[in-house]
């Protein structure tokens, strides 16, 4: 069992960056794979990064490449998520989640979420 916590969201003005962190509780965080996902009113939950439970690999979909990092500190039970750049369109509720051994980065490959984090971007 696997407690994640977000935090980081807040107001941003677009072309700014912010940093969001997810601790988690359980010890073995390390062996876990980690994702940043998002959720606008309205829409899907939506893949942003991964990065594998070594931090050797990481994965970023189209939309943000270039503009988000995603890393992780195993010694601290923490992942990241270095947003830059920022634009109107990436307000959403940001959450990370945790997969064991996931086929895949989509949100159903996933074992454990956290509540969520909101991020407003404004223009």
């Known amino acids: 069992q696997v407690l994640l916590v977000e935090s980081g969201g807040g107001l941003v003005q677009a072309g700014g960056s912010l940093r969001l962190s997810c601790v988690a509780s359980?010890?073995?965080?390390?062996?876990?794979?980690m994702g940043w996902f998002r959720q606008a009113p309205g829409k899907e939950r939506e893949f942003l990064a991964g990065?594998?439970?070594?931090?050797?690999?990481?994965y970023y979909a189209d939309s943000v490449k270039g503009r988000f990092t995603i890393s992780r500190d195993n010694a601290k039970n923490t992942v990241y998520l270095q947003m830059n750049s920022l634009k109107p369109e990436d307000t959403a509720v940001y959450y990370c989640?945790?997969?064991?051994?996931?086929?895949?980065?989509?949100?159903?490959?996933?074992?454990?979420w956290g509540r969520g984090t909101l991020v407003t971007v404004s223009s």
């Open positions: 990065i594998s439970f070594s931090g050797f690999s990481t």
């Open positions: 359980e010890r073995t965080f390390s062996s876990y794979a």
């Open positions: 989640a945790a997969g064991r051994r996931p086929s895949s980065w989509g949100a159903n490959a996933m074992d454990y």
